[in-house]
């Protein structure tokens, strides 16, 4: 048997491992995607890292062990939001122009259909059961429901003023939807497809995150600076943290312990520990930075910059040149996740499994 020394070398290697040790929430890589990236999401192997490039009408591939781009998919007309789903082998992309939606195969990383949906769509998200895709329109101010096994709209739920952003309980039963221009979120129960309640949030509400345990929701109000942070149980705002100018996107660490929020002004990434519902730190990334997505295993944060046609890679843990070193394993696991503790890792992939991401507009 290899020794564990070994193994950690040969890890090394594959990782490409300088001397460099970077603290945590440091940018450790910056990637190179097509003009004017948006959405991001991340494969549940953690392997891939799809991007939406608005100003090309592309979605780049990047291989997250290399960090490099290995493919670039043309795709319709002003791609915003992407959501991967749970088993990994497609990718829905809103197409905010064409008012569709593309579906990529990620085997072929060629798009195998497309749906038409509701006016200028943008967030989009995935139930865990991969069943639905929910999509949010943002002039004709409704959701449309595609059915994933035919790729047909099932549906379409009357929400607030322009939506914008939707997350999904980690049980599937609900669907929060970010209203811009009505300061509010509607909740929709995913059984009966209609609106159940409505919170008020701050201004101009854009991205939403679910934490792991499905209690809270962090909503981001780019008018107000804030984050507004949703009881699930309740469907109140049990309180709400003031962040850095403009903040867009935002995403979940898989231990529920972290939220990372993209400000497109600043070039900022604030984390606030869910703990306290404090700005624990922040980060600074590239121009205009709006969408984020973090890796199953917790170990990374990737984050599209708008203005310089890049992603900026966080690393969330303490990482030696690119390979990030969790609590009892190699690659995986110091955040929870699928790498578990002691592993070496995490669910058969070098980066960890599953995907956690946000649509922001």
Do not use: K, W
Not at 314 to 336: N, Y
């Amino acid at each position: 048997m290899t020794s564990v020394a070994a193994t950690f070398a040969i890890v090394l290697g594959i990782a490409g491992v300088g001397s460099v040790t970077a603290a945590a929430d440091t940018v450790i890589d910056t990637i190179g995607v097509g003009e004017f990236p948006l959405g991001v999401a991340i494969t549940p192997d953690g392997a891939r890292t799809y991007v939406s490039n608005f100003g090309d009408d592309t979605v780049s591939v990047i291989d997250n062990v290399s960090n490099a781009p290995i493919e670039t998919i043309p795709i319709g007309d002003g791609p915003f939001g992407v959501a991967i789903t749970p088993d990994g082998t497609r990718a829905y992309v809103a197409n905010f122009f064409d008012d569709s939606v593309s579906v990529i195969d990620t085997g072929t990383n060629m798009v195998t259909t497309t749906v038409t949906v509701g006016e200028d769509p943008r967030g989009v998200a995935i139930t865990p059961d991969g069943t639905r895709a929910y999509v949010a329109n943002g002039v004709d101010d409704s959701v449309s429901v595609i059915d994933t096994g035919t790729n047909m709209v099932t549906t379409t739920v009357t929400v607030g003023d322009f939506p914008r952003g939707v997350a999904i309980t980690p049980d599937g039963t609900r669907a929060y939807v970010t209203n811009f221009l009505d300061e509010s979120v509607s909740v929709i129960d995913t059984g009966t497809n209609m609106v159940v309640t409505t919170v008020m949030v701050g201004g101009g509400p854009t991205g939403v995150a679910i934490t792991p345990n499905g209690t809270r929701a962090y909503v981001t109000n780019q008018f107000d600076n804030t984050v507004s942070v949703i009881d699930t149980g309740t469907n109140t705002v049990a309180t709400t943290v003031t962040v850095g100018e403009n903040p867009r996107g935002v995403a979940i660490t898989p231990d529920g312990t972290r939220a990372y929020v993209a400000h497109d002004i600043g070039d900022l990434v604030s984390v606030i520990d869910t703990g306290t519902n404090m700005v624990a730190t922040t980060v600074t990334v590239g121009s205009g930075p709006t969408g984020v997505a973090i890796t199953p295993n917790g170990t990374r944060a990737y984050v599209t910059n708008t203005v310089d046609d890049t992603v900026s890679v966080i690393a969330i843990d303490r990482c030696l040149g690119s390979l990030c070193i969790g609590f009892g394993s190699l690659v995986g696991g110091g955040s929870t996740g699928s790498g578990g503790t002691g592993s070496l890792a995490g669910g058969g992939s070098l980066v960890g499994g599953g995907s956690s991401g946000s649509a922001s507009s």
